[in-house]
T-cell receptor
Framework: KAGVTQTPRYLIKTRGQQVTLSCSPI?????VSWYQQTPGQGLQFLFE???????NKGNFPGRFSGRQFSNSRSEMNVSTLELGDSALYLC???????????????FGEGSRLTVL | DAKTTQPPSMDCAEGRAANLPCNHS???????VYWYRQIHSQGPQYIIH?????ETNEMASLIITEDRKSSTLILPHATLRDTAVYYC??????????????WGAGTKLIIKP
């Protein structure tokens, strides 16, 4: 069974640009969540999608957005990049059903974004 | 809104039990405790979770104190491959009936030969 796949693994952007990251969950998983990981702030929750709807959102500015497609694949977008957006962006999928326990999260290896 | 406190680092000898403490003194009655670990350059990996009772699986045991203000993750026979950052996490229920995992800063566990 294939794991969570994130693309691209590494990317470099400059301030002001925008970036789109992709996540393919484990087959059968309908919930996808995104996290930002930095040395200073640790792992911080961005948002969660379930059945193409955003179900949960962390405390990030509106420059951070996401969406989920009918096949459960998800993308996140960061517009007007800032130096502080440099981070490892992790995607996780789970078997969570609507309203139930969060269940075990399966993480991808992440997309490492560097903003210059 | 940190919910957990963990020591920043710990050492353990290979083959011995690794006991990782976590303080969650402000935990509410319906909030679960989760543990994940992150090996260098990989995404976090689920280990175990619990509410009130002690839990055990093939990877580890989770001991939660009776007052639920702290817990200990036990790796019974640590190997070099257990070297990782271990995160103690509280699952918080939100006002909109959803929930969120609040991650702590983690403990860097180093297994020494």
């Amino acid at each position: 069974k294939a794991g969570v796949t994130q693309t691209p693994r590494y990317l470099i952007k400059t301030r002001g640009q925008q970036v789109t990251l992709s996540c393919s969950p484990i087959s059968g998983h309908r919930s996808v969540s995104w996290y930002q990981q930095t040395p200073g702030q640790g792992l911080q929750f961005l948002f969660e999608y379930f059945s193409e709807t955003q179900r949960n959102k962390g405390n990030f500015p509106g420059r951070f957005s996401g969406r989920q497609f009918s096949n459960s694949r998800s993308e996140m977008n960061v517009s007007t990049l800032e130096l502080g957006d440099s981070a490892l962006y992790l995607c996780a999928s789970s078997l969570r059903t609507s309203g139930s326990s969060v269940g075990e999260l399966f993480f991808g290896e992440g997309s490492r974004l560097t903003v210059l | 809104d940190a919910k957990t406190t963990q020591p920043p680092s710990m050492d353990c000898a290979e083959g011995r039990a690794a006991n990782l403490p976590c303080n969650h003194s402000t935990i509410s009655g319906n909030e679960y405790v989760y543990w994940y670990r992150q090996i260098h350059s990989q995404g976090p990996q689920y280990i175990i979770h619990g509410l009130k009772n002690n839990e055990t699986n093939e990877m580890a045991s989770l001991i939660i104190t009776e007052d639920r203000k702290s817990s200990t993750l036990i790796l019974p026979h640590a190997t070099l491959r257990d070297t990782a950052v271990y995160y103690c996490i509280v699952r918080v229920a939100r006002m909109d009936s959803n929930y969120q995992l609040i991650w702590g800063a983690g403990t860097k566990l180093i297994i020494k030969p």
